[in-house]
Protein backbone atom coordinates (compact mmCIF):
# COMPACT_ATOMS: atom_id res chain seq x y z
CA UNK A 1 0.00 0.00 0.00
CA UNK A 2 1.18 3.54 -0.92
CA UNK A 3 2.63 5.69 2.15
CA UNK A 4 2.02 9.36 2.04
CA UNK A 5 4.38 11.47 3.33
CA UNK A 6 2.97 14.99 4.95
CA UNK A 7 4.04 18.12 5.24
CA UNK A 8 5.00 17.92 8.97
CA UNK A 9 4.41 20.71 11.94
CA UNK A 10 8.17 21.13 12.71
CA UNK A 11 6.69 23.43 15.92
CA UNK A 12 4.19 23.88 17.92
CA UNK A 13 2.93 27.48 16.00
CA UNK A 14 3.51 26.12 12.80
CA UNK A 15 0.34 26.08 10.78
CA UNK A 16 2.17 26.07 6.52
CA UNK A 17 5.60 26.25 5.67
CA UNK A 18 7.88 26.53 2.37
CA UNK A 19 9.28 23.15 0.84
CA UNK A 20 12.73 24.96 0.32
CA UNK A 21 14.52 21.98 -1.52
CA UNK A 22 13.98 18.16 -2.10
CA UNK A 23 16.97 16.06 -1.41
CA UNK A 24 15.91 12.91 -2.86
CA UNK A 25 14.11 12.26 -5.52
CA UNK A 26 11.81 9.98 -7.57
CA UNK A 27 13.17 6.35 -7.63
CA UNK A 28 15.71 6.88 -4.81
CA UNK A 29 15.47 4.21 -2.44
CA UNK A 30 15.09 5.85 1.68
CA UNK A 31 15.06 4.43 5.06
CA UNK A 32 13.71 5.67 8.54
CA UNK A 33 16.04 8.60 9.28
CA UNK A 34 17.52 9.65 6.18
CA UNK A 35 17.06 13.46 5.62
CA UNK A 36 14.69 13.92 2.42
CA UNK A 37 13.86 17.54 2.07
CA UNK A 38 14.61 21.08 3.91
CA UNK A 39 11.16 23.09 5.10
CA UNK A 40 10.95 27.03 5.89
CA UNK A 41 9.46 27.88 8.71
CA UNK A 42 8.34 30.85 9.93
CA UNK A 43 11.84 31.48 11.83
CA UNK A 44 13.91 28.81 10.68
CA UNK A 45 15.11 26.32 7.65
CA UNK A 46 15.10 22.88 8.62
CA UNK A 47 15.78 19.14 7.17
CA UNK A 48 12.99 16.72 7.62
CA UNK A 49 13.66 13.10 8.22
CA UNK A 50 11.95 10.18 6.50
CA UNK A 51 9.41 7.82 9.23
CA UNK A 52 9.08 5.31 7.04
CA UNK A 53 11.27 2.99 4.17
CA UNK A 54 10.81 2.59 0.60
CA UNK A 55 10.79 3.68 -2.81
CA UNK A 56 10.13 7.75 -3.62
CA UNK A 57 7.35 6.56 -5.83
CA UNK A 58 5.91 11.08 -6.58
CA UNK A 59 7.20 14.51 -5.30
CA UNK A 60 3.82 15.35 -5.40
CA UNK A 61 4.83 19.27 -4.07
CA UNK A 62 7.58 20.97 -6.60
CA UNK A 63 10.83 22.00 -4.57
CA UNK A 64 10.31 25.93 -4.14
CA UNK A 65 6.33 25.46 -3.72
CA UNK A 66 5.61 28.17 -0.84
CA UNK A 67 2.79 27.98 2.10
CA UNK A 68 2.35 23.88 2.00
CA UNK A 69 -0.39 23.17 4.71
CA UNK A 70 0.74 21.18 7.61
CA UNK A 71 -0.49 17.69 7.10
CA UNK A 72 -0.89 18.14 3.28
CA UNK A 73 0.27 15.65 1.18
CA UNK A 74 4.03 16.46 -0.41
CA UNK A 75 5.13 12.72 -1.99
CA UNK A 76 4.24 9.28 -2.09
CA UNK A 77 6.65 6.16 -0.75
CA UNK A 78 6.25 2.72 -2.93
CA UNK A 79 6.63 0.26 0.60
CA UNK A 80 9.09 -2.58 -0.21
CA UNK A 81 8.31 -5.12 -2.69
CA UNK A 82 5.32 -2.38 -4.24
CA UNK A 83 5.24 -1.56 -7.80
CA UNK A 84 6.58 2.10 -7.92
CA UNK A 85 4.66 3.09 -10.88
CA UNK A 86 0.93 1.64 -8.95
CA UNK A 87 2.53 3.93 -5.62
CA UNK A 88 2.40 6.80 -7.71
CA UNK A 89 -0.81 6.79 -9.16
CA UNK A 90 -2.77 4.91 -6.20
CA UNK A 91 -1.36 7.40 -3.38
CA UNK A 92 -3.60 9.90 -2.40
CA UNK A 93 -4.85 12.15 0.18
CA UNK A 94 -2.97 11.74 3.64
CA UNK A 95 -6.04 10.16 5.80
CA UNK A 96 -8.66 11.95 7.59
CA UNK A 97 -7.35 11.01 11.21
CA UNK A 98 -3.97 13.38 9.95
CA UNK A 99 -6.05 16.39 10.16
CA UNK A 100 -6.37 16.58 13.99
CA UNK A 101 -2.73 17.68 15.28
CA UNK A 102 -3.80 21.25 13.42
CA UNK A 103 -5.12 22.51 15.86
CA UNK A 104 -2.33 22.14 17.79
CA UNK A 105 -0.59 25.48 16.52
CA UNK A 106 -3.82 27.24 16.65
CA UNK A 107 -3.66 27.30 20.21
CA UNK A 108 -1.55 30.34 20.92
CA UNK A 109 -2.81 31.41 24.41
CA UNK A 110 0.07 31.11 26.71
CA UNK A 111 -2.43 28.73 29.38
CA UNK A 112 -3.26 27.02 26.33
CA UNK A 113 -0.35 26.20 24.19
CA UNK A 114 0.87 23.32 25.99
CA UNK A 115 -1.72 21.87 26.54
CA UNK A 116 -3.40 21.94 22.97
CA UNK A 117 -2.33 18.48 21.53
CA UNK A 118 -4.15 16.94 24.62
CA UNK A 119 -7.56 17.87 23.36
CA UNK A 120 -7.40 15.74 19.93
CA UNK A 121 -9.25 12.49 20.01
CA UNK A 122 -7.18 9.95 21.81
CA UNK A 123 -8.61 6.93 19.85
CA UNK A 124 -6.12 7.37 16.92
CA UNK A 125 -2.86 7.48 19.26
CA UNK A 126 -1.28 3.96 19.05
CA UNK A 127 -2.65 2.89 15.79
CA UNK A 128 0.41 2.96 13.85
CA UNK A 129 2.96 1.55 16.16
CA UNK A 130 -0.03 -1.62 16.98
CA UNK A 131 0.96 -2.13 12.88
CA UNK A 132 4.35 -2.05 13.09
CA UNK A 133 4.94 -4.66 15.59
CA UNK A 134 7.96 -3.08 18.13
CA UNK A 135 8.52 0.34 15.82
CA UNK A 136 7.67 3.52 16.72
CA UNK A 137 7.06 6.35 14.72
CA UNK A 138 7.97 9.31 16.11
CA UNK A 139 9.56 12.46 14.50
CA UNK A 140 13.54 13.17 15.33
CA UNK A 141 12.93 15.95 18.08
CA UNK A 142 10.31 13.60 19.75
CA UNK A 143 13.29 10.97 19.90
CA UNK A 144 15.80 13.41 21.00
CA UNK A 145 13.42 14.82 23.76
CA UNK A 146 12.52 11.16 25.32
CA UNK A 147 16.23 10.17 25.26
CA UNK A 148 17.11 13.49 27.26
CA UNK A 149 14.45 12.99 29.97
CA UNK A 150 14.66 8.66 30.08
CA UNK A 151 11.35 7.96 28.92
CA UNK A 152 10.16 4.90 27.02
CA UNK A 153 8.83 6.08 23.41
CA UNK A 154 6.91 2.77 23.10
CA UNK A 155 4.76 4.09 26.60
CA UNK A 156 4.06 7.32 24.86
CA UNK A 157 0.93 7.51 22.83
CA UNK A 158 0.86 9.86 19.54
CA UNK A 159 -1.19 12.28 18.27
CA UNK A 160 0.55 13.32 15.14
CA UNK A 161 -0.67 12.01 11.97
CA UNK A 162 -0.63 7.88 11.33
CA UNK A 163 -0.17 7.79 15.43
CA UNK A 164 3.46 9.29 15.31
CA UNK A 165 5.00 10.82 18.31
CA UNK A 166 5.81 14.52 18.06
CA UNK A 167 7.39 16.86 20.64
CA UNK A 168 3.88 18.17 22.45
CA UNK A 169 3.40 14.18 22.92
CA UNK A 170 6.89 13.95 24.65
CA UNK A 171 6.72 16.89 26.58
CA UNK A 172 3.27 15.94 28.45
CA UNK A 173 4.90 12.54 29.00
CA UNK A 174 6.99 14.63 31.00
CA UNK A 175 5.06 17.13 32.76
CA UNK A 176 2.67 14.12 34.28
CA UNK A 177 5.54 12.59 35.34
CA UNK A 178 6.24 9.74 33.38
CA UNK A 179 5.79 8.33 29.92
CA UNK A 180 2.02 6.95 30.67
CA UNK A 181 0.94 10.61 31.31
CA UNK A 182 1.05 11.22 27.66
CA UNK A 183 -2.66 9.57 27.55
CA UNK A 184 -3.98 11.33 30.67
CA UNK A 185 -6.72 13.64 29.24
CA UNK A 186 -6.69 17.44 30.16
CA UNK A 187 -8.80 20.18 29.19
CA UNK A 188 -6.89 23.19 27.88
CA UNK A 189 -8.30 26.86 28.39
CA UNK A 190 -9.84 28.01 25.57
CA UNK A 191 -7.70 30.55 23.00
CA UNK A 192 -8.68 33.88 23.26
CA UNK A 193 -10.09 35.52 20.34
CA UNK A 194 -7.85 37.84 19.07
CA UNK A 195 -8.88 41.57 17.77
CA UNK A 196 -9.11 41.91 13.95
CA UNK A 197 -7.40 44.95 12.15
CA UNK A 198 -9.07 47.29 9.54
CA UNK A 199 -9.82 45.15 6.47
CA UNK A 200 -6.96 45.49 3.42
CA UNK A 201 -10.37 47.15 1.67
CA UNK A 202 -11.12 49.93 4.31
CA UNK A 203 -7.15 50.73 4.06
CA UNK A 204 -6.95 51.13 0.24
CA UNK A 205 -9.71 53.67 0.13
CA UNK A 206 -7.35 55.52 2.34
CA UNK A 207 -5.15 55.93 -0.18
CA UNK A 208 -5.35 57.01 -4.79
CA UNK A 209 -4.89 53.95 -6.68
CA UNK A 210 -1.41 54.02 -8.12
CA UNK A 211 0.74 55.33 -5.15
CA UNK A 212 1.03 52.51 -3.14
CA UNK A 213 2.49 48.24 -3.45
CA UNK A 214 0.90 45.19 -1.72
CA UNK A 215 3.70 43.36 -0.22
CA UNK A 216 2.23 39.95 1.22
CA UNK A 217 2.89 39.05 4.83
CA UNK A 218 5.50 36.46 5.17
CA UNK A 219 4.83 33.49 7.92
CA UNK A 220 7.40 35.47 10.13
CA UNK A 221 5.57 38.88 9.65
CA UNK A 222 2.19 36.64 10.66
CA UNK A 223 3.91 34.63 13.50
CA UNK A 224 5.31 37.95 15.44
CA UNK A 225 2.01 40.00 14.62
CA UNK A 226 -0.36 36.87 15.99
CA UNK A 227 2.04 36.06 19.15
CA UNK A 228 2.44 40.28 20.27
CA UNK A 229 -1.15 40.67 19.45
CA UNK A 230 -1.82 37.70 21.78
CA UNK A 231 0.61 39.02 24.60
CA UNK A 232 -0.63 43.01 24.72
CA UNK A 233 -4.81 41.35 24.70
CA UNK A 234 -3.72 38.93 27.62
CA UNK A 235 -0.74 40.32 29.80
CA UNK A 236 -1.19 42.93 32.38
CA UNK A 237 2.18 44.91 31.28
CA UNK A 238 3.76 47.01 33.72
CA UNK A 239 7.50 48.59 33.38
CA UNK A 240 10.16 49.42 35.77
CA UNK A 241 13.15 51.67 34.65
CA UNK A 242 16.71 52.50 36.45
CA UNK A 243 19.71 54.02 35.29
CA UNK A 244 22.93 52.02 35.96
CA UNK A 245 26.69 53.18 35.60
CA UNK A 246 28.62 51.37 33.23
CA UNK A 247 32.36 52.62 33.96
CA UNK A 248 33.33 49.46 36.32
CA UNK A 249 31.91 47.09 33.55
CA UNK A 250 33.26 48.65 30.68
CA UNK A 251 37.11 48.56 32.42
CA UNK A 252 36.17 44.89 33.25
CA UNK A 253 35.17 43.82 29.53
CA UNK A 254 38.37 45.93 28.35
CA UNK A 255 40.70 43.98 31.01
CA UNK A 256 38.96 40.24 30.39
CA UNK A 257 39.25 40.91 26.60
CA UNK A 258 42.80 41.79 26.82
CA UNK A 259 43.26 38.96 28.49
CA UNK A 260 41.76 36.38 26.58
CA UNK A 261 44.19 33.49 24.87
CA UNK A 262 44.86 33.24 21.46
CA UNK A 263 43.96 30.38 18.92
CA UNK A 264 44.68 30.08 15.38
CA UNK A 265 45.86 33.77 15.75
CA UNK A 266 42.42 34.95 16.98
CA UNK A 267 41.34 35.57 20.83
CA UNK A 268 39.33 32.87 22.09
CA UNK A 269 36.48 35.15 23.15
CA UNK A 270 35.28 38.66 22.87
CA UNK A 271 33.21 40.13 24.99
CA UNK A 272 30.25 42.61 24.45
CA UNK A 273 28.14 44.72 26.87
CA UNK A 274 25.10 42.44 25.60
CA UNK A 275 27.35 39.57 26.51
CA UNK A 276 27.68 40.82 30.33
CA UNK A 277 24.28 42.49 30.06
CA UNK A 278 22.30 38.53 29.71
CA UNK A 279 25.22 37.32 32.46
CA UNK A 280 23.41 40.07 35.12
CA UNK A 281 20.03 39.05 34.08
CA UNK A 282 20.36 35.52 34.70
CA UNK A 283 21.82 35.91 37.66
CA UNK A 284 18.98 38.62 38.82
CA UNK A 285 16.84 35.73 38.70
CA UNK A 286 18.75 33.48 40.39
CA UNK A 287 19.01 36.00 43.14
CA UNK A 288 15.58 36.54 42.88
CA UNK A 289 13.61 33.26 41.97
CA UNK A 290 9.95 34.23 42.59
CA UNK A 291 10.60 36.59 39.23
CA UNK A 292 11.90 33.26 37.50
CA UNK A 293 8.42 32.25 36.66
CA UNK A 294 5.67 31.11 34.34
CA UNK A 295 1.91 32.21 34.47
CA UNK A 296 -1.07 29.63 33.52
CA UNK A 297 -4.74 29.31 34.47
CA UNK A 298 -4.08 26.70 37.19
CA UNK A 299 -0.20 26.93 38.49
CA UNK A 300 2.60 29.10 38.68
CA UNK A 301 5.60 27.39 36.93
CA UNK A 302 8.50 27.87 38.77
CA UNK A 303 11.50 27.45 36.53
CA UNK A 304 14.83 25.76 38.50
CA UNK A 305 17.61 27.17 35.75
CA UNK A 306 17.77 30.33 33.61
CA UNK A 307 17.04 30.66 29.87
CA UNK A 308 17.54 33.90 28.68
CA UNK A 309 16.41 34.28 25.11
CA UNK A 310 18.06 36.93 22.97
CA UNK A 311 16.50 39.20 20.61
CA UNK A 312 18.27 38.80 17.35
CA UNK A 313 17.22 41.21 14.28
CA UNK A 314 17.34 39.23 11.14
CA UNK A 315 15.34 40.38 7.72
CA UNK A 316 11.94 40.52 7.89
CA UNK A 317 11.87 40.06 11.61
CA UNK A 318 13.39 38.89 15.05
CA UNK A 319 13.76 35.84 16.59
CA UNK A 320 15.21 35.17 20.21
CA UNK A 321 18.00 32.19 20.41
CA UNK A 322 17.96 30.86 23.86
CA UNK A 323 21.03 30.67 26.14
CA UNK A 324 20.05 27.84 28.58
CA UNK A 325 21.08 27.29 32.36
CA UNK A 326 22.59 31.27 31.85
CA UNK A 327 23.23 31.34 35.46
CA UNK A 328 25.73 29.16 35.62
CA UNK A 329 27.41 29.48 32.07
CA UNK A 330 31.01 31.65 31.77
CA UNK A 331 30.70 35.06 29.94
CA UNK A 332 33.03 33.60 27.64
CA UNK A 333 30.49 30.67 27.02
CA UNK A 334 27.79 32.91 26.56
CA UNK A 335 29.59 34.80 24.49
CA UNK A 336 30.70 32.28 22.02
CA UNK A 337 27.07 30.82 22.00
CA UNK A 338 25.62 34.11 21.28
CA UNK A 339 28.02 34.57 18.41
CA UNK A 340 26.92 31.36 16.77
CA UNK A 341 23.35 31.60 17.22
CA UNK A 342 23.62 35.34 15.60
CA UNK A 343 25.07 33.93 12.52
CA UNK A 344 22.68 30.93 12.35
CA UNK A 345 19.94 33.41 13.01
CA UNK A 346 20.54 35.30 10.11
CA UNK A 347 20.38 32.04 7.76
CA UNK A 348 17.83 30.67 9.54
CA UNK A 349 19.29 27.53 10.69
CA UNK A 350 18.43 27.21 14.31
CA UNK A 351 16.81 24.18 15.20
CA UNK A 352 13.50 24.68 17.24
CA UNK A 353 14.59 23.77 20.72
CA UNK A 354 17.21 26.71 20.44
CA UNK A 355 14.82 29.64 19.88
CA UNK A 356 11.38 27.86 21.77
CA UNK A 357 10.67 28.32 25.34
CA UNK A 358 13.05 30.26 27.70
CA UNK A 359 11.84 32.07 31.12
CA UNK A 360 12.74 35.28 30.42
CA UNK A 361 14.66 37.85 27.36
CA UNK A 362 16.88 40.28 26.77
CA UNK A 363 16.15 42.94 23.93
CA UNK A 364 19.03 45.24 23.38
CA UNK A 365 18.99 48.17 20.72
CA UNK A 366 21.47 50.57 22.33
CA UNK A 367 23.66 49.55 19.32
CA UNK A 368 21.28 51.49 16.99
CA UNK A 369 21.47 54.35 19.00
CA UNK A 370 18.45 54.04 21.18
CA UNK A 371 18.33 55.71 24.46
CA UNK A 372 14.84 53.69 25.99
CA UNK A 373 12.00 51.80 25.21
CA UNK A 374 9.95 49.30 26.30
CA UNK A 375 9.60 45.91 25.17
CA UNK A 376 6.74 43.66 24.99
CA UNK A 377 6.26 40.31 27.69
CA UNK A 378 6.53 37.17 25.09
CA UNK A 379 4.50 34.59 26.93
CA UNK A 380 5.86 31.92 28.24
CA UNK A 381 7.97 34.75 29.90
CA UNK A 382 7.14 37.07 33.14
CA UNK A 383 9.72 39.44 31.66
CA UNK A 384 11.49 40.90 29.18
CA UNK A 385 14.58 43.33 30.09
CA UNK A 386 15.30 46.35 27.58
CA UNK A 387 18.55 48.00 27.08
CA UNK A 388 19.25 51.33 25.73
CA UNK A 389 22.42 53.18 24.96
CA UNK A 390 25.04 53.34 27.07
CA UNK A 391 26.04 57.55 26.93
CA UNK A 392 28.17 60.05 29.15
CA UNK A 393 26.28 61.74 30.96
CA UNK A 394 26.46 64.04 33.95
CA UNK A 395 25.96 62.56 37.30
CA UNK A 396 26.18 63.79 40.90
CA UNK A 397 28.07 61.77 43.29
CA UNK A 398 28.85 63.05 47.09
CA UNK A 399 27.51 66.45 45.89
CA UNK A 400 29.53 67.14 43.10
CA UNK A 401 29.11 66.68 39.57
CA UNK A 402 30.85 64.33 37.23
CA UNK A 403 30.81 62.33 34.00
CA UNK A 404 29.90 58.95 33.67
CA UNK A 405 28.79 56.24 31.32
CA UNK A 406 25.28 55.24 32.06
CA UNK A 407 22.64 52.89 30.78
CA UNK A 408 18.80 52.89 30.80
CA UNK A 409 17.04 49.77 31.43
CA UNK A 410 13.46 49.08 31.12
CA UNK A 411 12.07 46.03 32.83
CA UNK A 412 8.52 44.70 31.05
CA UNK A 413 6.66 42.38 33.45
CA UNK A 414 3.55 39.93 33.74
CA UNK A 415 1.60 41.64 36.49
CA UNK A 416 -0.40 38.35 37.09
CA UNK A 417 3.21 36.70 38.27
CA UNK A 418 5.30 39.51 39.04
CA UNK A 419 3.87 42.06 41.42
CA UNK A 420 5.14 45.54 41.45
CA UNK A 421 7.55 45.04 44.49
CA UNK A 422 8.78 41.94 43.39
CA UNK A 423 10.07 43.52 39.54
CA UNK A 424 11.50 46.59 41.55
CA UNK A 425 13.83 43.96 43.75
CA UNK A 426 14.45 42.05 40.46
CA UNK A 427 16.27 44.98 38.42
CA UNK A 428 17.64 46.31 41.77
CA UNK A 429 19.15 42.96 42.16
CA UNK A 430 20.28 43.42 38.02
CA UNK A 431 21.53 46.98 38.54
CA UNK A 432 24.07 45.73 41.06
CA UNK A 433 25.29 43.04 38.68
CA UNK A 434 26.18 45.62 35.95
CA UNK A 435 27.72 48.61 38.50
CA UNK A 436 29.41 45.69 40.60
CA UNK A 437 30.69 43.32 37.82
CA UNK A 438 33.10 41.64 39.48
CA UNK A 439 30.23 39.42 41.14
CA UNK A 440 29.34 38.03 37.58
CA UNK A 441 32.94 36.19 38.06
CA UNK A 442 32.43 34.29 41.55
Not at 34 to 47: H, L, N, R, S
Not at 148 to 166: E, F, H, Q
Request: neutral net charge; contains cysteine; charged residues 25%.
Amino acid sequence: MPINITMPALSPTMEEGNLAKWLVKEGDTVKSGDVIAEIETDKATMEVEAVDEGVVAKLVVPAGTAGVKVNSLIAILAAEGEDVSAAAAGGGAAPAKAEAPKEAPKAEAPAAKAEAPAAAPAPQAAAAPAASGDRVFSSPLARRLAKDAGLDLKAISGTGPKGRVVKSDVEKAVAGGGAKAASAPATAAPAPALAKGPSEEAVLKLFEPGSYELVPHDGMRKTIAKRLQESKQTIPHFYVTVDCELDALLALRAQLNAAAPEKDGKPVYKLSVNDMVIKAMALALRDVPDANVSWTDTNMVKHKHVDVGVAVSIPGGLITPIIRKAETKSLSTISNEMKDFGKRAKERKLKPEEYQGGTTAVSNMGMMGVKHFAAVVNPPHSTILAVGAGEERVVVKNGEMKVANVMTVTLSTDHRSVDGALGAELIGAFKRYIENPMGMLV
